[in-house]
């Protein structure tokens, strides 16, 4: 199968808008969602009129499966407290069944064919943490937030995966994607701004990549300009004492 098979299989209903109209648009704020609270990553938000608009599979159902991984950056001489970490998706089966449950991962060291270090990981409840915009796509988005989890994580570069889990007949085929952020500076970005091209893919679906690099034109995206960064964000606080 191709590799724009997996990007176009999701987002068709995005197509009338790539390319987007940027001319004359607002300075982009810088204020987090209210489910990143309190918030130390926000990738930034989708923005349907975007160059390069897109979205990529992000989900484990009983047909499917593909997870991707944002990187995000603990600046040097922090500690962060991890106590939740969170996902904007797209639901691609025009439903709005919100799975109860997440498979959830924290990587260090990864690379394009290299899973890297798994610092934490497990299954957990996930909650529904409001409508996210797309307009004008009439589609339903909205965020997936997973807490109660206990990560310290040192300075460094690291890749959080959250995906829903949805084992149900009435979940099957629903084809959750995680929102790509191609706006510059992304709107509403928090924290330490988002690595550029260094998000990864896999799958034991379709040709079953393996930490495939989401982005450029030999990327799992199939395009330059796609799926360079994601709407991801880590909940927590900085160490006691961190600078």
């Not at 970490?85 to 260090?108: C, H, K, M, Q, Y």
Request: aromatic content about 12%; hydrophobic content about 40%; charged content about 20%.
């Amino acid at each position: 199968m191709a590799k724009r098979t997996v990007r176009w299989t999701v987002v068709a209903a995005l197509v009338p808008w790539l390319g987007g109209w940027l001319a004359g648009a607002p300075e982009k704020t810088h204020t987090p969602p209210a489910y990143c609270q309190p918030c130390l990553f926000y990738g930034g938000d989708f923005d349907a009129w975007g160059t390069g608009a897109d979205a990529l599979i992000n989900d484990d159902d009983s047909s499917i499966n593909g997870r991707v991984y944002v990187p995000f950056t603990v600046p040097k001489q922090q500690k962060w407290q991890v106590t939740g970490i969170f996902v904007d998706l797209i639901d691609g089966g025009g439903g709005t069944v919100v799975p109860a449950r997440v498979r959830w991962e924290i990587r260090e060291g990864v690379s394009a064919g290299h899973a890297g270090t798994l610092v934490a990981s497990g299954r957990a409840s996930s909650s529904f943490g409001g409508n996210v915009n797309c307009a004008p796509i009439d589609v339903f988005c909205f965020a997936l937030v997973m807490k109660g989890i206990k990560v310290s994580l040192p300075s460094g570069r690291y890749w959080l995966a959250v995906v829903p889990q949805c084992k149900k007949a009435s979940c099957d085929g629903q084809l959750y994607s995680l929102l790509d952020v191609e706006d510059h500076p992304p709107e509403n970005r928090f924290g330490p701004l988002e690595p550029w091209n260094d998000s990864f893919f896999t799958s034991t679906s379709f040709s079953k990549p393996f930490f495939e690099p989401t982005w450029g034109a030999s990327g799992i995206c199939g395009g330059s300009g796609f799926c360079d960064r994601f709407s991801a964000g880590v909940i927590g606080s900085k160490a006691r004492g961190a600078e």
